[in-house]
């Protein structure tokens, strides 16, 4: 029952709809990250945390839209209806977890701010793979904000159900942009067809459904009369005792209910939330309307005091054995006298009407209601369980990639600036080709900053340094602790005064595929660090001036990492940026710096190829 906007207050069965979507999002988050963290040891918990909440929040959504035309279908869905709000107010609370973390991890700490970035920093749109999804996910976010603040029965009554309802299908646009966040970005970068056929499934069952919803209700708007004055309905025995058949008269959907011998029609939209009056019943001798219960008399279609919902009214009479209501309505709330039944066109048995019928605000729900959406909630919580499962297995392999984060370590070496700012590292007993005997640390400050500004001014020199290790293939990589570098007068005890910077030695001319990527996260600071979902990060984090990595691709599936610089030497940090995360064919010259392999090129010779 409704007054003003304190409609459909709290009660029990609203707690435990809450309680089982609660569950419900726990169980699929429990099984998405614990899976994902059992199968993939090297899976970050940002990478983990983003995706779980990123996926429960869409397939929340999928739940959310099903709810309407499944409960069109078949009626013992309509207490899923009932608090379907809540449910997508969780949707939101989950997009924006994803959201915040996508927009943290991905674009802060860098040279730009964080939603510059998320519209700057995935530049070029000359491919799908390149489209700049995250803004996508942004708008959708937005929308379902929107949707979730105007949620409250206080905003449908101050905008009025119809500017509600309007703004409220703008659900649909949030899905459809989510779909695109999703098909132009994560599975641009994943191989599994499983999530393809999921993406494609969940498409063709939320418009399967709403087809059929749809052909359902026209089945009724086609049986519109011919547009006389008075519209044929059908015969009174045909409506169900305390039920209703719904028109379309004079193009609006009209219910007649029948009360033992009498017949009213009322306009058949709900004023709470444009819900299917007809498809109600009539309790304590009002209309009750299926979704949240709200009540209208008959006669008059006025909600009982104290409240003040109407609905229009129409004249019926009965002739020649047949229900006929008059295409005019009168003004919500007028009372118009109900028509009567003829003895000889009572129906001759009592019809089943009595079945059961679902409203949220008493007390207990019919049993048989009860044990049907049991039974519907059971099918999803294995359904949340098993895509947990599912999704969690079907994404790519993790890299070994390691950053150990909070774990900081003293290292002692020589500051070199080229081929890119690193510490070389005596490495420990070595004997033999001394342009092998150290190994490069590539040095980079924290967040999306390279690092040499930091250390320019001790080229060449013996240092002690303190920073966190980041690992992944032999290659090593050290984010400073700012402040930490200090120059050292002789080199530490043992180390070889001959430790400087690696002659560098010619591999000659090669022509390599693969993928530009920026050394920091590839390295084990983002797991994944690499391919299109991760290009707005890789070009922002090239852009801050972390070297830029090559990673060449072998048919086999194997991977090199080298570094890239241009043919002078010089680095390439702005002039690949378009570049990033995009297949590539490179030529140009190749060399090893002790343990570090380079590829120089100019970018001129960096070439798109196809997938
Ligand atoms: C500010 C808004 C958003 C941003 C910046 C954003 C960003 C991202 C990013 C970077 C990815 C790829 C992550 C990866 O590689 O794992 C992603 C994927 C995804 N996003 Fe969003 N997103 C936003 C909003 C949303 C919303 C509102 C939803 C759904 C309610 C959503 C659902 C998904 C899904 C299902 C995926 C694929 C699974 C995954 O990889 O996380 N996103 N998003
Ligand atoms: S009571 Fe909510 S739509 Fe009718």
Known sequence: MGHAYRAVQWNPFKRRYDACAAALVLLYLGCFVGVTAWLEPEATIESLLIRGFGTAG????????????????????LPLLYNRRHLGVVTFSLGLVHGVLSLVQYHALGVLNPLASLFQSQVGTRTLAEFPFQPLGLLALAILFLLAATSHDFWLANLGAPLWKALHMSVY?????????????????ETSPLLVALLALGVTWILGLHLL??????????????????????????????????ALVAGERVAVFRYADKLSAVANACQHQNGPLGEGRIIDGCITCPWH??????????????????VA???????????????????????VEPACIPAESM??????????????????????VLRFVRGAAL?????????????AASQRTFAAG??????????????????????LLQRPGFVGDQAAAHSHYLLVAPGKHGARDLVQAFDGRWVEVEGTLVHRAGQAMLELKPGSIVALAAPPDGASSLAVSPKRRALGPVTLRGEIVDSKCHLGVMNPGELAAHRACATLCIRGGIPVLFLARGSNAQQRQMLLVGSDGRALNQEVLALVADPVEITGELSSWGDLLVLAAEPAQIRRISH
């Open 58 to 77: 869409f397939l929340l959504l999928h739940l959310v839209l099903s709810i309407g035309p499944l409960a069109r279908l078949d009626a013992r869905f």
């Open 173 to 189: 646009v949030a899905w459809f942009l989510l779909l695109m966040h999703v098909a132009l970005g994560i599975l641009q970068a």
């Open 213 to 246: 919803a749809a052909w359902r209700e026209r089945r009724i708007d086609s049986k519109a009369g011919a547009s006389s004055d008075w519209i044929d309905v059908c015969a009174p025995a045909e409506i169900a005792d305390g039920r209703a058949k719904i």
């Open 293 to 310: 219960g709200y009540q209208y008399k008959p006669d008059c279609g006025a909600s009982p005091a104290p409240f003040t919902e109407k």
């Open 313 to 335: 009214t129409y004249d019926v009479r009965v002739e020649r054995g047949r229900v006929l209501v008059k295409s005019a309505p009168y003004a919500p709330g007028t009372r």
């Open 347 to 368: 129906p001759r048995h009592a019809s089943s009407a009595a079945s059961e019928f679902f409203v949220g605000y008493l007390p207990s729900a019919p049993p048989g």
């Open 379 to 391: 099918a999803v919580f294995v359904l949340a369980a098993a895509l947990g499962c599912a999704l």
């Open 402 to 423: 390691r950053f150990e984060f909070g774990q900081l370590r003293k290292f002692s070496g020589v500051i070199a600036l080229e081929p890119a700012t690193s510490l």
